[in-house]
């Protein structure tokens, strides 16, 4: 077995162990909340306590805790995600159409500001001093260290109700009833309402991509190979993308990590615009304290992470073997 391979098995043993701890404490922290998904149907008086208990057992919440445990461990782990309580639907039912809607909004904007701002941190870096790195760093950074729901509400208030160029919430107009996935983002309504929410995303990741492009260029900047390629006759613009192409390692790295984050970063904007994906439903399912629905959402949010994690790991330790235990050539 090659070094890479078992840096490779040893990053999957860590993956599976922080899969185990991420579920049990979601377990755990459901279960110490206070109160019930039922207080509210018994206080409206939808159900009596006799109906209430018949629902506990369906769901097996009247079961010894560690056999709930033991449940929960098997149904996550063959995604069998079970029914949520409040909605009558099969979770997995619920949570496919809200996560592909925050996959829709939220890839494409990663994707754009990922391309965008590593080129504008890239000439920036290569122009130090110029108005354009100032301007950029400055406006980036701000964006970045504001909240994103202020962002959010600053962009509604401005363009939604101040210039009504654009609608304020949803995805979709209040009398639009569209047909499947296609009917539903192909369409000029949702484009409409897909501009503003977008925009925000696109400007809250901004400032990270920058900054990793431009440093990446600076550190390069006076590079021997740089200074072998201007005596060849290079172009400033030829010097500066071998520059940037050469400092492309931390922005890959970064890029696949935030994808795995992706979730959990924009929750609030997703809450601010009513846009019906994954991050809002968490929260709605945990005020409702809808135990499948939460289990299954953050179960999915944190099996993201921990696998973008390991996806960075491997590709840092075979793109750049001296991080890893020497095998990144060996593969």
Same mark, same amino acid.
């Given at each position: ?27 755990? #922290? ?35 805790? @560690? ?24 979770? @997995? ?32 870096? @290569? ?58 983002? #192909? ?87 009513? @846009? ?17 629905? #939460? ?37």
């Amino acid at each position: 077995m090659t070094k890479f391979q078992r840096f490779l098995l040893k990053r999957l043993a860590i993956s599976v162990l922080l899969t185990l701890i991420a579920v049990s404490v979601i377990f755990v #922290v459901l279960r110490l909340l206070p109160g019930s998904p039922f207080e509210a149907l018994v206080t409206s008086g939808n159900l009596n306590q006799e109906q209430i208990a018949e629902i506990r057992a369906m769901y097996g919440l009247d079961e010894p805790i @560690w056999k709930q445990y033991v449940n929960y461990l098997t149904s996550l782990l063959t995604f069998q995600f079970g029914y949520s309580i409040l909605r009558s639907q099969p979770v @997995w039912a619920v949570l496919e159409p809200r996560l592909i809607n925050s996959l829709i909004l939220l890839v494409p904007a990663l994707v754009t500001t990922a391309i965008l701002s590593s080129l504008v941190g890239m000439y920036a870096g @290569w122009n130090r001093g110029s108005r354009l790195e100032k301007f950029s760093i400055v406006s980036t950074t701000l964006l970045r260290s504001t909240p994103v729901f202020i962002t959010a509400i600053f962009f509604i208030i401005v363009f939604a109700y101040n210039l009504e160029i654009v609608p304020a919430l949803g995805m979709r107009s209040i009398r639009a009833t569209p047909e499947g996935y296609l009917d539903t983002f #192909v369409s000029l309504d949702f484009l409409h309402h897909y501009l503003l929410p977008f925009t925000v995303a696109v400007l809250y990741y901004s400032g990270d991509f920058l900054l990793l492009a431009r440093n990446g260029v600076v550190e390069k900047r006076g590079s021997e190979f740089l200074k072998l390629h201007r005596a060849k006759g290079l172009t400033e613009m030829q010097q500066l993308a071998r520059a940037g192409r050469n400092s492309m390692l931390p922005i890959l790295t970064y890029f696949t990590l935030r994808l795995g984050m992706i979730f959990q970063g924009l929750i609030l904007l997703e809450v601010v615009f009513s @846009w019906p994906g994954i991050g809002r439903e968490l929260v709605l399912a945990i005020q409702q304290q809808d135990y499948p629905l #939460v289990q299954a959402a953050v179960f999915i949010m944190a099996l993201a992470v921990i696998l973008a994690n390991l996806l960075a790991d491997v590709l840092y330790a075979y793109f750049d073997p001296t991080v890893s235990t020497g095998g990144g050539g060996s593969a």
